[in-house]
């Protein structure tokens, strides 16, 4: 598994500095964190919300392996409004183990989107036309193909 190491000076706060270590989480354990903080729909199996900060926290929290002596970072902390890490930090905390732990922007981007009901799933060029489900849409019968009868010389049976 992979590590990083990262050494701080004073820049975050004295409490702060000190030596961090961070590994790679295994898919297993990073999937888990992902699903323990992701709601979803009980029949569609869609995502109905997320907790991308308690999913960030908890993945910073479960790859780090060493910290200085007095532990200046704690779960809570990570979670924290009101007593917690600075921003710059946590961001730099972030960077960190999503790159250790192979998070894509585009999981980042999904976990952070606000899931409503239109930005589940990806428009298509095509899909104007399935917006409506009131019936035929006056453009969509010109584009119907004639319906054809089978002849006994057209049959290839």
Same mark, same amino acid.
């Given at each position: 598994m992979r590590?990083? *190491?990262? $050494? =701080? @000076? *004073?820049? /975050? @706060?004295?409490? /702060?500095?000190?030596?961090?270590?961070?590994?790679? =989480? #295994?898919?297993?354990?990073? %999937?888990?964190?992902?699903?323990?903080? #992701?709601? /979803?729909?009980?029949?569609t199996g869609q995502v109905v919300s997320s907790d991308f900060i308690a999913i960030q926290a908890e993945t910073i929290w479960a790859a780090l392996k060493e910290q200085p002596q007095n532990q200046p970072i704690t779960l809570e902390k990570l979670l924290g409004e009101e007593n917690g890490i600075p921003i710059t930090l946590g961001e730099l905390f %972030?960077?960190?183990? $999503? $790159? =250790?732990?192979?998070? %894509?922007r585009e999981e980042t981007a999904f976990l952070s989107a606000p899931s409503d009901a239109d930005s589940r799933t990806?428009? %298509?060029?095509t899909s104007a036309s399935a917006k409506s489900s009131g019936g035929p849409q006056p453009s969509s019968l010109v584009s119907q193909p004639a319906s054809s009868t089978s002849s006994p010389s057209s049959s290839t049976r």
């Open positions: 590590r990083e *190491t990262v $050494n =701080l @000076g *004073t820049e /975050y @706060g004295a409490e /702060y500095a000190g030596k961090y270590v961070f590994q790679e =989480l #295994t898919w297993a354990r990073r %999937s888990r964190i992902i699903q323990k903080h #992701t709601r /979803y729909h009980p029949v %972030s960077r960190i183990v $999503n $790159n =250790l732990c192979a998070m %894509s990806q428009r %298509s060029p």
